[in-house]
Structures are given as C-alpha cells and as structure tokens.
C-alpha cells in the first residue's frame, strides 16, 4: 500500500485540531492559539507509527504526546484539569474511531470467518469535510463573540477646548483605577499622536504616578475644559478626567486609541 506523507500530515492536523476544539468545548477550558501547534504536534507523531518495536509507539508514550497536546492547548496549567481534559479526548477519539468504522463497514464486505480490510472509504473525505466546516464555524462563532464582548466596552470619547476638538474611541479598561492623586480625578490615556494640536501650559500640567508589573514611573495629563463621552446608551454624558499621553500603540488592530479607568464610569 502506497501513503503519502504530506496527505497523511494534513489529514491527521485536521483530525487532531477537531479533537481538540470538541474536547475544549466539552470540558468547557479555554483554549490558547496554540492549538494549531498542538494538532500539529498530533499531526506529525502519527509518522512514528511507522517504526514498529519502538519505545515511541508504546502506549505510555501515546498518553504522554496526549498529555502534552492538551497542555499546550489549554490556557489552565492545574494537572487535575489538563488529566480531565486529556482523559476527555481519549474518550472524542475512540468515539471518531468507532464512528469511522461503521461506515467503513458500508463500503467493505465483513465477514467473521476472514480478516477485515479496508480497501475502500468513499466516506473519508465527506467526514473531514465535515470536520473542517465545525472548525471554520467555530472559529468564526468566537471571533464574533470576542468582538461583541470588546464592542461592550467601546466607548466614544470627545476632548475640546478652545481651539480643538477631538473625536476618538476608547476602551473601558476595569482593571485600571488610576487616578490624579491632588485632584482624585480618574485618568484618560490617550495616543501621542492624537492630542499634538492641544497646546498645554506648563502651569497646567499634573504628573500622575503609576505602576505596573516591573514598571513604574509618571504620566504628564492635563485637564480638559470639556471632556464627553457616549456608550452604548448613545447618549452624550460630560465628566471630569484628567487627559494623560502615552507612547505605547493601545490596539494593534486600530480598534481604540484610549484607554478609560473605570473612575470614569
């Protein structure tokens, strides 16, 4: 019989990157981008099997590589979740296996009194078909609601004073309680880029101290003479927020240019 081993390769990832999208979605784990490696990993282990009498296809071995493709895929180092988890996809992939073989038996004669062979699987294709369209939709189905969740935490914000106005959007970050410490005022952090046509005096200027893992230091701000901003609510409300400049880009994708303390709520 004749494999090839780049067929064999994708076929397997695909099989694998299933398993592991069913087995996370069962377990209820969240799951890292990883899970390409992982699958991959799976993928290329199955060229092992070719090599007979060795340590690497022993079963030990097996739970091992399952072992470590669950632990680069789920985003939970605890051991109990990672030997659940594991445990889970032996359980998908005995369940796929005893799946595939039911409908090899339609397109192979079986006979109790002979060995069975399969010499023909016209349903192959159609299974993993059906696998890369779950994988796509499931993809598809949390890239949305990863953007609904951020969406929620989308505001509009507008900075003016005499001589500008500036439209832009940021992001509601909760986890973030700074605020000017004379003032108690809560901060708004903002691009460079973006506030280059508002002039400030020396005079106005506050420093606000911060600090974060392995870093720490001041932010200049100032206080704007009109500060709204709008939600999903879409209405316009004014507050008092201390406008701060940073260098750092907030979103690599563009999605926001601020990044809002939740004093500002």
Not at 13 to 19: A, C, D, T
Not at 133 to 147: F, G, K, S, T
Not at 195 to 201: A, E, M, R, S, W
Request: glycine share 4%.
């Amino acid at each position: 019989m004749v494999v090839y081993i780049d067929i064999l390769i994708i076929e397997n990832f695909i099989v694998n990157l299933f398993l592991l999208l069913i087995t996370m979605k069962v377990s209820r784990y969240k799951y890292n981008k990883t899970i390409y490696f992982s699958a991959a990993i799976g993928a290329f282990y199955t060229i092992v099997l070719f090599f007979e009498n060795s340590i690497l296809t022993s079963l030990p071995f097996k739970l091992f590589v399952v072992l470590i493709m669950i632990s680069i895929t789920s985003k939970s180092f605890k051991i109990l979740k990672i030997i659940k988890a594991s445990i889970t996809f032996l359980i998908m992939s005995f369940t796929l296996a005893g799946f595939c073989f039911s409908f090899s038996l339609m397109d192979n004669q079986y006979s109790i009194f002979d060995s069975f062979e399969i010499s023909n699987y016209s349903m192959k294709y159609l299974i993993i078909s059906i696998m890369i369209l779950y994988i796509a939709i499931v993809r598809v189905v949390d890239h949305l609601r990863e953007r609904a969740v951020i969406n929620n935490f989308i505001y509009e914000i507008e900075i003016s004073d005499e001589k500008n106005t500036l439209f832009i959007k940021g992001l509601l970050d909760t986890g973030n309680a700074l605020r000017e410490p004379v003032t108690n005022l809560p901060c708004i952090i903002i691009e460079n880029d973006f506030l280059n046509g508002f002039n400030i005096q020396k005079h106005e200027e506050f420093y606000i101290p911060y600090s974060t893992i392995g870093e720490e230091g001041n932010l200049k701000g100032f206080k704007s003479e009109k500060v709204r901003i709008r939600g999903e609510d879409k209405e316009w409300r004014t507050i008092e927020a201390i406008i701060c400049s940073c260098k750092n880009k907030l979103s690599k994708e563009n999605e926001f240019n601020a990044l809002l303390s939740r004093g500002v709520i």
